[in-house]
C-alpha cells in the first residue's frame, strides 16, 4: 500500500533525469510511493525531496548502476523482496554504441546489458510474485525506432526492437493472469539522452519534438487506456492496428513443409 494507503508502489529505472524523472513525478501526483533506480545519486536525492514535498509520498533512492551485475542483482533483490512493489517502469536506457561500422563492440555490449538485459532480468525478478497475487504492472519504454531502424544508425534501433517484441510475447503470456504490460514507443523527446550519445536534439524539426512531460502524460494515458503498445505522438490508432494486423496475417505462412515455389530452381526441381 502507498503512504496514501491504496496504490502500489512503483520502482522506475532511469529515475535521475528525462523520461524517468517525468515518470516518477506523473506516477507520484497519482499517488504511488516510489523507489528511484539511477547512477546519479545527487540527481535522484534532489528528486526525492521535490516529490516528498510537493506529491506527499514515500519514495526510496537505490543507486545502482544497471551495467554492473552486482548492482542489477541488488535491484532484483528488492523486486523479488518488496511486497509493496506493484509497478515496474522499465525505462533506463542510452543510444550510444555508434554506427554498427564503426565497430565499437563493447560499447554495443554495454547498451545491450542496459537496454536489453536490465529490462529483461528486472522484469524476471518481480514477475512471480505478481503473478502469485495476481496483480501488477510492468512499463517497458521501447522507442518508435523499434519500428523504424533506418530512421537512426547503430545496434540500438535492435535494442528497442527487442523491448517491444519482448512485451508482445509478455503479454501474451500473463495478460490474462492480473499483468498489465505496455510497451511505450516515443519518438524523438527532449531529455538528455541526444547530447549523451553525440547527437544533437537541436538539428532534429522542431516539428518532430515532443516534450518530455506530455510524452510522459500521453504514455500513461495510453496506459489508462489498456493499450499494449502505446506510441504518443501517432494521430490515428487505425496506422497501429492496421501494421499488427499485417503482420498477423503473415502467421499461417511463417511455418510450412515446403520452401516457398521461388526458392526451387529448376536444377533442384528436375533432380
Ligand atoms: N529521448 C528520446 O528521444 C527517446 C526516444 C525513444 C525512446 N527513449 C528511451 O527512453 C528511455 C529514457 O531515456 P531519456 O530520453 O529519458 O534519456 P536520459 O535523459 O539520458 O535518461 C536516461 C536515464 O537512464 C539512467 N541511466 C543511464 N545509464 C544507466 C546505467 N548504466 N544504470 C542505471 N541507470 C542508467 C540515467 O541516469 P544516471 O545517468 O543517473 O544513471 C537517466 O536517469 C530510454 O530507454 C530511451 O532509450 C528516449
Known amino acids: 500500500m502507498s503512504s496514501t ?40 536525492q534532489s528528486l526525492a525531496g521535490r516529490l516528498v514535498r510537493e506529491r506527499r509520498v514515500k519514495v526510496d533512492i537505490l543507486a545502482a548502476d544497471l551495467t554492473s551485475p ?78 523504424a531502424p533506418e530512421l537512426f544508425g547503430g545496434a540500438y534501433a535492435a535494442s528497442k526492437s527487442y523491448v517491444l517484441t519482448y512485451t508482445l510475447a509478455l503479454h501474451q503470456e500473463v495478460g490474462d493472469r ?11 523527446t527532449r531529455t538528455d539522452i541526444w547530447e549523451r550519445s553525440g547527437n544533437d536534439v537541436n538539428a532534429i524539426p522542431a516539428h518532430m519534438i515532443m516534450e518530455v512531460d506530455e510524452m510522459v502524460d ?4 495510453g496506459y489508462d487506456l489498456g493499450e499494449v503498445v502505446t506510441i504518443p ?10 501494421y499488427d494486423a499485417a503482420r498477423r496475417l503473415l502467421a499461417p505462412n511463417l511455418s510450412r513443409d515446403h520452401a516457398a515455389d521461388r526458392y526451387k530452381s529448376d536444377i533442384a526441381e528436375d533432380a
Open 70 to 147: 552486482a548492482d542489477r542483482a541488488r535491484v532484483e533483490q528488492r523486486l523479488r523482496d518488496d511486497e509493496t512493489i506493484g509497478m515496474l517502469v522499465n525505462n533506463a536506457g542510452t543510444a550510444s554504441g555508434g554506427a554498427l561500422a564503426a565497430g565499437l563492440v563493447d560499447d554495443v555490449a554495454s547498451m545491450i546489458e542496459l537496454n536489453v538485459v536490465a529490462p529483461s532480468r528486472l522484469a524476471g525478478a518481480i514477475l512471480p510474485r505478481l503473478l502469485a497475487r495476481g496483480r501488477g504492472s510492468i512499463i517497458n519504454v521501447a522507442s518508435v525506432l523499434a519500428l
Open 178 to 188: 492480473g499483468i498489465r504490460v505496455q510497451a511505450v514507443l516515443p519518438g524523438v
Open 233 to 242: 505522438s501517432l494521430p490515428d490508432i487505425e496506422d497501429w492496428n492496421r
Open 5 to 44: 494507503g491504496s496504490l502500489d508502489t512503483a520502482l522506475v529505472t532511469g529515475a535521475s533525469t528525462g523520461i524517468g524523472a517525468a515518470y516518477a513525478d506523473r506516477l507520484a501526483q497519482r499517488g504511488h510511493d516510489l523507489v528511484l533506480v539511477a547512477r546519479n545519486l545527487d540527481k535522484l
Open 218 to 221: 500521453a504514455a500513461l494515458a
